[in-house]
């Protein structure tokens, strides 16, 4: 049996604390004149889900400050994605139209990444809502960033931050029109996936488990907040709702490795 002394013990700590530098310093190395920079994730880790079972919400769901007063509440559909026959509806009718958006979580959530099954209405011919999710949502500074689909003739994703800075205007951050969204722009309202990774300044946007072009997308002007659910009716006041179903949302955002400067 091999036994060593405190002393040997503690060298070895040290050897090894050497060598874990030495690494990240040859990384630095390589990586940095290559025109590349780390993104560093911790593990992920499910913070927050609901998915309406039996009529049931596992989260408190509030209204944001000055859109409608609607929350997310349960309701039975037989389309499912998950097949219970219930999801979570997010509706403007309170307010006659307009803006609406409930939210959860920790006002305190910095790093993490929201998913979720989003049913997106298509209305080729009209007007059709926005639908769609919302992360770091801070309701005292009145602000978000929101992720949704608008399926009439502009047929698109738009991922942007709304604030009373711009009166509640979209500041578009991103959008994707036609064949930039993978699979092509639905000719038919459906379920699809759905998902937002914040890492400190940096947010992903996703469709169908798909990375959208152009990401990541820079910007600093909400550093955390809450998650939510969104839908909106452009240009007037018509009554709209998003369905959703299966919000997880986990802990940071992406691995270790290196991404263009």
Sequence with gaps: MITMDCSQHGRV???LS???IQW?????LILVPLGLTLSVRADEMELFSESFTDSSL???WLPFPGFSPNHLV???DPTTPEGDLWVGRQSNEQLGGFASLSYAGESRMENYVLEAWVYTVVVPEGRAPLNGIAVRVDPEKGCFYRLASHFDSERRLTLA???RDTQNYPAYLGSWEGDEIPGGAPGTGGWHKMAITCVGNKIWAYWDGHELSGCPISD???ARGFFGVYANYVGGHGIVETRVDGITVRRSGKLVKAIPR
């Excluded at 990240?24 to 630095?28: A, E, G, P, Q, W």
């Design 13 to 15: 700590r040290a050897n």
């Design 18 to 20: 050497i060598m874990k």
């Design 24 to 28: 990240r310093v040859f990384l630095l």
């Design 58 to 60: 596992n989260l408190v």
């Design 74 to 76: 349960p309701v039975m």
């Design 161 to 163: 931050y709304v604030g």
């Design 220 to 222: 600093d002007r909400i």
